[in-house]
């Protein structure tokens, strides 16, 4: 029987077409529009969809690991393959808060703070100078926290994050650690802080709180401005209205903030 020469460029050619599948998939992955419409969608989805920060992605569970290792790895080459796996995960977060699953079993207010600009101060200032305002600030603002039974949960360079059994009690820690941080002097910086509260059911692991919540809370103190508390609709509920100054930002569209939420601004009278 006469044998069959072999093709002994079989081998070549199915590594050719490899070759050239995988640089059409790497190419599709990193097409332009297509990344943008992966973005797009991510808006669409239920959940943060700016999950993948360490922000959202603070927690010890699975999603929260695997969220953080898949932004690490992709940080530098961001594409539709990222924004697809980290969408999942999104909307995997957002339906297991609404089933419960991993929020904790009681409300609490939730308050972010930071200062306005105080990074750009730090650069000219330098570290000293820069260390000494944040010792400052850590006196004037942490004792209004513990005087109204609050817990100083982190500290976060220039701000904190704060929880309180009750939202009335947030609102005094905050007013109280505004009129203090008047009483600094910071050569060239005038020192102003921005706050923000929600009421929600974060989950406590350890010495931390974790949850859509939290996000919450801390996406309504980004968009504060100085000397502002804004407040979202739940926590005013919880409040004593009749001495407060209250007005409602109107247009108040942040990522990783539910759309039906509110916010308000608000101020003690007199």
Do not use: C
């Amino acid at each position: 029987m006469e044998e069959r020469p072999t093709d002994s460029s079989s081998p070549k050619r199915a590594r050719r077409i490899g070759a050239r599948l995988a640089d059409g998939a790497r190419n599709l992955d990193k097409h332009p529009r297509l990344v943008v419409a992966a973005k797009i969608a991510r808006e669409l989805l239920p959940g943060d969809s700016r999950y993948g920060d360490p922000l959202s992605t603070a927690g010890s569970t699975q999603p929260d690991v695997v969220g953080r290792r898949l932004a690490d790895v992709t940080a530098e080459r961001p594409g539709v393959l990222r924004e697809a796996g980290l969408s999942a995960l999104q909307v995997w977060q957002a339906l297991s808060e609404a089933q419960g699953r991993g929020r904790g079993k009681v409300d609490l207010a939730i308050v972010f703070t930071d200062l306005v600009e105080f990074s750009t101060w730090a650069l000219e200032a330098g570290d000293d100078l820069a260390v000494e305002l944040l010792r400052d600030v850590g006196e004037a603002i942490e004792p209004p926290v513990k005087r109204r039974g609050g817990e100083v949960v982190k500290r976060l360079g220039d701000g904190m994050m704060a929880v309180f059994a009750e939202p009335q009690a947030g609102l005094e820690a905050v007013m109280d650690a505004m009129n203090r941080l008047r009483q600094i002097d910071a050569p060239g910086y005038d020192a102003k802080m921005r706050a923000g509260m929600h009421v929600g059911r974060a989950r406590q692991l350890g010495g931390d709180y974790l949850g859509v919540d939290v996000n919450i809370a801390a996406r309504v103190a980004e968009e504060a401005g100085g000397g502002e508390l804004l407040v979202s609709d739940r926590a005013l509920a919880k409040l004593d209205q009749d001495a407060l100054d209250v007005r409602k930002r109107r247009f108040f569209k942040v990522k990783g903030v539910p759309k039906d939420v509110t916010t308000y601004s608000i101020a003690l009278r007199g």
